[in-house]
């Protein structure tokens, strides 16, 4: 369900893709925040914090990497799935920062 676009717009995303992308921020996230050095859990926690993740988007595991595997293989939809990811990641670092300063 991809919407169409001329060569001269932006692809606007559909519902799914943002779904997918705001899926995979937060797991970039979350893999970050195990990376640096937050609580190490054992791979099985690990994993079922990846599953939550995913089914507060409505999603398995398997219907996640299919989706981001079909979006991230065509070059105008992944450069938008990135794209989207990005601003999320952003929002959520952002609220992070405010949330540490407010007394």
Same mark, same amino acid.
């Given at each position: 369900?991809?919407?169409?676009?001329?060569?001269?717009?932006? *692809?606007?995303?559909?519902?799914?893709?943002?779904?997918?992308?705001?899926?995979?921020?937060?797991? #970039?996230?979350?893999?970050?925040?195990? @990376?640096?050095?937050? *609580?190490?859990?054992?791979?099985?926690?690990?994993?079922?914090?990846?599953?939550?993740?995913?089914?507060?988007?409505?999603?398995? @595991?398997?219907?996640?990497?299919?989706?981001?595997?079909?979006?991230?293989?065509? *070059? #105008?939809?992944? @450069?938008?799935?990135?794209?989207?990811?990005?601003?999320?990641?952003?929002?959520?670092?952002? @609220?992070?920062?405010?949330?540490? #300063?407010? *007394?």
């Amino acid at each position: 369900m991809l919407s169409a676009c001329s060569e001269t717009e932006d *692809p606007v995303a559909t519902i799914d893709e943002g779904r997918v992308a705001d899926a995979y921020a937060d797991l #970039t996230m979350l893999s970050e925040s195990v @990376r640096l050095g937050m *609580p190490r859990d054992t791979t099985r926690t690990y994993q079922a914090q990846v599953d939550s993740v995913l089914e507060s988007y409505g999603m398995t @595991r398997e219907e996640f990497e299919e989706d981001f595997h079909r979006l991230a293989d065509d *070059p #105008t939809r992944s @450069r938008l799935l990135f794209e989207l990811a990005s601003k999320r990641i952003h929002a959520i670092l952002s @609220r992070r920062d405010s949330s540490a #300063t407010v *007394p």
